[in-house]
């Protein structure tokens, strides 16, 4: 059976739920069709001690402050799984949940969005599915030898399961830190970290409401045609969130440069020499979960989509939300989806006007 509606939502993570909110402030006719079976998005499956970098009031979606978390200054991804089901309810959002979109089609005057559970033609579509669903390995050398355990941010949880054994947390960005961080200070742990430069942390007192100024002033400075100020990348890779500090000021993150290659039992570092290792962990980011939009051929040379501001240049009734400074500043985080949901919106409310 197919279904008609103005507008398909692709993705009820945070971006998915902010555009939700101006698309019913708009007063158009919408569903967010979303993969997971619970409210809460990709922060559902985030590791048992992950911390937000700013404060809740800080950490929040248009129209509804997130509440602060009793004992905690950074909220736990616990919380933000309650603030967002809570957000869901208190919209009354048109949600499907247990509903993957497989692709996205042209078809006549409408898009038609095909998923695991049915049809839906459409006048305009919002892609929101982020990137957790898209964990990147880099194609390390003797990855595909090594016979210890090999994971991803994507699927670490707490330091419990990786008791007595020698681990290699690989990547220099704030996940990386973290999780060695967390691995370090459990104790039971035997902790390298490795980066391919050497880790540059931010100024203690920089947090998400800092950063989140810093992405909208690089942004607006592009737009204006002055010099590009290099935005949060220029003051470094690691927010120092309480954790972090504390491994870092007692001595236990200290990080190494990346290894040669893999081995069998462990890794061989630059000078010949090796060490084993039980398990290593890639910390090393994601990609954008886009292959529901691959029948619209979007992609140029570099396998990029560009886009003017959220709208996708190659089609016109198709935005891109939340899937980082490309599609918006700060795009990527719950402060900072909501400026763009808005005008992904506006856009949309004039296309469908006409």
Same mark, same amino acid.
């Given at each position: 059976?197919?279904?008609?509606?103005?507008?398909v939502v692709?993705?009820g993570?945070?971006?998915?739920?902010?555009?939700g909110y101006?698309?019913?402030?708009?007063?158009?006719?919408?569903?967010?069709?979303? /993969?997971?079976?619970?409210? #809460?998005?990709?922060?559902?499956?985030?590791?048992?001690?992950l911390r937000?970098f %700013? &404060? +809740? !009031?800080?950490?929040?979606?248009?129209?509804?402050?997130?509440p602060?978390?009793?004992?905690?200054?950074?909220?736990?991804a616990?919380?933000?799984?309650?603030?967002?089901?809570d957000?869901?309810k208190?919209?009354?959002?048109?949600?499907?949940?247990?509903?993957?979109?497989?692709?996205v089609?042209?078809d006549a005057?409408?898009?038609r969005?095909?998923?695991?559970?049915g049809?839906?033609?459409?006048?305009a579509?919002?892609?929101?599915?982020?990137?957790?669903s898209?964990?990147?390995?880099? /194609?390390?050398p003797?990855? #595909?030898?090594?016979?210890g355990?090999?994971?991803h941010?994507?699927?670490?949880? %707490? &330091? +419990? !399961?990786?008791a007595?054994?020698?681990?290699?947390?690989?990547?220099?960005?704030n996940?990386?830190?973290?999780?060695?961080?967390d691995?370090?200070l459990?104790?039971?742990?035997?902790?390298?970290?490795?980066?391919?430069?050497?880790?540059?942390?931010l100024?203690d007192?920089i947090?998400?409401?800092a950063?989140?100024?810093?992405?909208?002033a690089?942004?607006?400075?592009?737009?204006?045609g002055?010099?590009?100020?290099?935005?949060?990348?220029?003051?470094?890779?690691v927010?120092?969130?309480?954790?972090v500090?504390a491994?870092?000021?007692?001595g236990?993150?200290?990080a190494?440069?990346?290894?040669?290659?893999?081995? +069998?039992?462990?890794?061989?570092?630059?000078d010949?020499?090796?060490?084993?290792?039980?398990?290593?962990?890639?910390?090393?980011g994601f990609?954008?979960?886009?292959?529901?939009?691959?029948?619209?051929?979007?992609?140029?040379?570099?396998?990029?989509?560009?886009?003017?501001?959220?709208?996708?240049?190659g089609e016109?009734?198709?935005?891109?939300?939340?899937?980082?400074d490309w599609?918006?500043?700060?795009?990527a985080?719950?402060?900072?989806?909501?400026r763009?949901?808005?005008?992904a919106?506006?856009?949309?409310?004039?296309?469908?006007?006409?």
């Amino acid at each position: 059976m197919t279904q008609h509606v103005d507008v398909v939502v692709a993705g009820g993570g945070q971006a998915g739920l902010a555009a939700g909110y101006h698309l019913r402030r708009q007063g158009i006719d919408f569903t967010v069709l979303d /993969a997971e079976p619970a409210p #809460g998005g990709a922060w559902q499956h985030m590791w048992d001690s992950l911390r937000l970098f %700013s &404060p +809740a !009031d800080h950490s929040s979606l248009p129209g509804r402050l997130m509440p602060a978390q009793p004992g905690e200054v950074y909220p736990a991804a616990g919380h933000v799984v309650d603030y967002l089901t809570d957000y869901e309810k208190r919209y009354d959002l048109p949600i499907q949940h247990g509903t993957r979109v497989d692709a996205v089609h042209r078809d006549a005057d409408r898009l038609r969005v095909t998923t695991d559970s049915g049809t839906w033609r459409a006048r305009a579509v919002i892609s929101a599915t982020g990137t957790w669903s898209r964990p990147f390995v880099p /194609a390390a050398p003797g990855r #595909g030898v090594f016979t210890g355990r090999q994971t991803h941010t994507v699927t670490y949880r %707490s &330091p +419990a !399961d990786f008791a007595g054994q020698r681990v290699i947390v690989v990547g220099g960005g704030n996940s990386g830190a973290q999780i060695a961080a967390d691995l370090t200070l459990d104790g039971h742990v035997d902790v390298t970290w490795v980066t391919r430069r050497p880790p540059r942390f931010l100024p203690d007192d920089i947090d998400g409401r800092a950063l989140f100024d810093v992405a909208t002033a690089r942004r607006s400075a592009l737009d204006a045609g002055r010099d590009d100020t290099g935005g949060v990348a220029a003051l470094g890779d690691v927010v120092a969130v309480p954790p972090v500090r504390a491994a870092r000021d007692a001595g236990l993150l200290n990080a190494k440069p990346m290894f040669s290659r893999l081995t +069998a039992h462990g890794v061989q570092w630059a000078d010949g020499s090796q060490s084993h290792a039980d398990a290593v962990i890639w910390c090393t980011g994601f990609r954008p979960a886009l292959a529901h939009l691959a029948p619209l051929t979007l992609r140029d040379p570099r396998g990029h989509i560009p886009t003017d501001g959220t709208r996708a240049v190659g089609e016109y009734r198709l935005h891109l939300l939340g899937y980082g400074d490309w599609t918006g500043p700060a795009s990527a985080t719950l402060i900072g989806v909501g400026r763009t949901a808005r005008e992904a919106t506006r856009q949309i409310a004039q296309l469908l006007g006409g």
